[in-house]
């Protein structure tokens, strides 16, 4: 399995305090992704990064923010969190754009009370 | 964007059956994925499978790429084959940095 390590696994919070999740990988792989798993939905794509520094939003981006300092790391934080943004959150990685596999992460289970 | 819908939504079988699960898209892609998240809810690549076919033990896929859509076969079905199915694809017209858009999945549950 490819070096992706989620933290943490588990969470749990109340509704309007932040919170941060991470996404470190070992591969050195550019781009870096953030997706949501809801019933009846699937996986969404919330924000991606093609680089250090460089990110952009997916399609369920509102109510979060990104980051990526360094190649390795890539932090989604829910600035206020609400019940909606109860989900599993998914970090994947991939080496090439478009054409190349992406590896996911184990998850990230919050639930915001 | 990019549609991707998968058929059947459920599908039941006694041990030892086969069975296709199905992938259609909208539109052309760069990339086409075969997912299985197991009951822990790990996502486990089956396929990276844009065109062509390819096999792997008793799963195999097939993409035909200019008819969109992909299939995804099991044979003598086990147990642990029970899960999610997830087809995935990366549209192939702009910039797409390698955003993949999911199916809703198929959910597969094998009776012993």
């Known amino acids: 399995d490819a070096g992706i390590t989620q933290s943490p696994r588990h969470k749990v919070t109340e509704t309007g305090t932040p919170v941060t999740l991470r996404c470190h990988q070992t591969?050195?792989?550019?781009?870096m992704y953030w997706y949501r798993q809801d019933p009846g939905h699937g996986l969404r794509l919330i924000h991606y990064?093609?680089?250090?520094?460089?990110?952009d939003k997916g399609e369920v981006s509102d109510g979060y923010s990104v980051s990526r300092s360094k190649t390795e790391d890539f932090l989604l934080t829910l600035e206020s969190a609400t019940s909606s943004q109860t989900s599993v959150y998914f970090c994947?990685?991939?080496?090439?754009?478009?054409?190349?596999?992406?590896?996911f992460g184990a998850g990230t289970r919050l639930s915001v009370l | 964007g990019i549609q991707v819908e998968q058929s059947p939504p459920d599908l039941i079988l006694q041990e030892g059956a086969n069975s296709t699960l199905r992938c259609n898209f909208s539109?052309?892609?760069?990339?086409l994925q075969w997912f299985h998240q197991n009951p822990w809810g790990q996502l486990i690549n089956l396929f990276y499978?844009?065109?062509g076919t390819k096999q792997n033990g008793r799963l195999s896929a097939t993409t035909v790429a200019t008819e969109r859509y992909s299939l995804l076969y099991i044979s003598s079905s086990q147990t642990t084959d029970s899960g999610v199915y997830f087809c995935?694809?990366?549209?192939?017209?702009?910039?797409?940095?390698?955003?993949?858009?999911f199916g809703q999945g198929t959910i597969l549950t094998v009776h012993p």
């Open positions: 995935a694809v990366v549209g192939a017209g702009g910039t797409s940095y390698g955003k993949l858009t």
């Open positions: 994947a990685i991939s080496d090439r754009s478009g054409g190349n596999i992406q590896y």
């Open positions: 591969e050195n792989h550019r781009y």
């Open positions: 499978i844009p065109s």
């Open positions: 539109d052309s892609v760069n990339n």
């Open positions: 990064s093609y680089g250090v520094k460089d990110t």
